[in-house]
């Protein structure tokens, strides 16, 4: 019984030695300057919108709409908080089937 705890003991510890090493490619200043984590990883949000069932064809308001929906797009590239949008593509699946 004590030789394996003893063999357990070994292992463990043996385990515990090669842990990962710091990435020598990881470069912290870039890291602090792109507002990324102490690991190198920066937070994204993926937003998928799917068509509602609004049928409203007041031409004035859906023009309306677009412009300040395209103005606030614009203005979230400039403050480099956007870095791709747009329609991926038309799809009669819904939300709900597709597997993540």
């Known amino acids: 019984m004590k030789l394996i705890y003893t063999i357990a003991?070994?292992?463990l510890t043996i385990n515990t030695s090669f842990r990962q090493n710091n990435n020598p490619n990881y470069?912290?200043?870039?890291a602090t300057k792109l507002?990324?984590?102490d690991y190198g990883m920066k937070?994204?949000?993926?937003?998928i919108l799917k068509t509602g069932n609004n049928t409203n064809d007041d031409k004035t308001k859906k023009d309306?709409?677009?412009?300040g929906h395209m103005t606030n797009i614009k203005k979230l590239v400039k403050d480099k908080k956007l870095i791709i949008a747009g329609p991926i593509g038309k799809t009669t699946k819904?939300?709900?089937e597709f597997s993540f």
């Open 35 to 37: 507002g990324a984590d």
């Open 9 to 11: 003991l070994f292992l």
């Open 64 to 67: 309306s709409c677009f412009t």
């Open 43 to 47: 937070k994204i949000v993926l937003v």
């Open 27 to 30: 470069n912290e200043a870039l």
């Open 94 to 96: 819904r939300i709900e």
